[in-house]
């Protein structure tokens, strides 16, 4: 799938795997809110541990591992967003996966092909489709945008966000912190608002490509060696004798 990485939609990203209740949404309507900080480790890297680098493993090894921070620069940059999208099937249905079981805080049921609004708490700036917890979802069958419609991105709201508690910014599951489901309804009320169909400045994501939580296996490459008519292997040279030496 793709994701949005230095203002560019990027391809070849695995989708995230329906683990543990998480819903799948493909996003019709991508809201961008504010940059989530220390979401990852970043090690020092000034110019004495540049040489110690050097000096251990190379200078080829250090250029290498150099432009791979560089480029997780941008991919590994977290923010929290908002948007509208519709329920995707999960990728093998499971016990833990979300059929027709869970529901939204409210009771609403979460069914694939329901149209939802959604908070993203620690996600890129953009993304083709996105597993949330059901906690961050609260059904909406009258959003305002077409299920089969493009993926509209907005950079900046065009009207003033509610503030955004702490205890939300970057939750995930995982951590096993209590989430307010008030902090989750006040910005799905507020996008209410500030969606009133495309501005000038959005971007759009027409094309979807297919789900794919796991990377193609590669294939071995075919076998060049000589094979006689009949299909089979050529014998092996026969092996001289001491008579047959010349």
Do not use: C
């Not at 970043?42 to 050097?54: K, S, W």
């Not at 939802?116 to 961050?136: S, T, Y």
């Amino acid at each position: 799938m793709r994701i949005l990485v230095a203002d560019r939609w990027v391809d070849g990203y695995l989708d995230e795997t329906t683990v543990a209740g998480g819903v799948r949404i493909r996003p019709t309507l991508w809201i961008t809110l504010f940059p989530v900080d220390g979401q990852y480790f970043v090690r020092a890297g000034g110019p004495r541990e540049l040489a110690a680098y050097t000096r251990e493993f190379g200078v080829q090894a250090v250029a290498r591992k150099g432009l791979s921070r560089l480029q997780e620069r941008g991919r590994n940059h977290r923010h929290v967003a908002v948007g509208l999208g519709v329920i995707l099937p999960p990728d093998s249905p499971g016990p833990s996966d979300i059929r027709d079981t869970s529901s939204a805080p409210g009771g609403d049921p979460l069914t694939v092909g329901t149209t939802v609004a959604f908070v993203a708490p620690a996600h890129p700036a953009g993304m083709e489709r996105v597993v949330l917890d059901p906690r961050l979802v609260r059904t909406r069958p009258r959003a305002g945008r077409a299920p089969d419609a493009p993926l509209v991105r907005r950079a900046r709201p065009a009207t003033s966000p509610p503030d955004v508690d702490d205890a939300l910014i970057g939750w995930s599951p995982a951590s096993g912190a209590p989430l307010d489901p008030a902090s989750v309804d006040r910005l799905v009320d507020w996008l209410a608002i500030e969606w009133q169909g495309p501005r000038r400045d959005d971007q759009l994501l027409r094309a979807t490509s297919a789900v794919a939580t796991r990377a193609p296996r590669r294939q071995a490459p075919p076998d060049t060696r000589s094979v006689t008519p009949g299909g089979g292997r050529p014998p092996p040279p026969p092996r001289l004798g001491p008579r047959d030496k010349s």
